[in-house]
């Protein structure tokens, strides 16, 4: 039960950082709901954080996240980074985080190829 709220917990957390990170005014309804559907179901809560802390901020890669994030995809990659990039408030450091993004996925994909 306990791994279960842990679980619950860290999804909302998840969804809570997203909310937080994306403006709604910044992509079309329908857009928004698309990479939802489509990318963020494909990465856990677990490594989707880690996946922020890095490229957002001074987070350490956790190595077992790379084949999530391989699994879901460089275009799903892609584009939630830079979902989150096109904050208001991150405005005139795209640049920094687009290059943070480039290199996780470079080094995850080396990582899933030697694994």
Not at 1 to 12: G, R
Not at 13 to 37: G, H, M, N, Q, Y
């Amino acid at each position: 039960m306990a791994k279960l709220s842990s679980h619950v917990t860290a999804l909302f957390i998840v969804v809570a950082l997203v909310c937080a990170f994306v403006p709604i005014f910044s992509v079309e309804e329908a857009e928004a709901k698309t990479l939802w559907d489509t990318c963020l179901v494909k990465i856990t809560p677990k490594c989707a954080l880690n996946m922020i802390a890095v490229v957002f901020g001074n987070g350490t890669l956790i190595e077992s996240c790379c084949q999530d994030l391989v699994q879901e995809g460089k275009l799903c990659h892609d584009n939630l980074i830079k979902y989150i990039a096109d904050r208001p408030s991150l405005i005139g450091r795209e640049t920094q985080y687009l290059k943070k993004r480039d290199d996780v996925w470079s080094h995850c994909v080396s990582i899933s190829k030697t694994a």
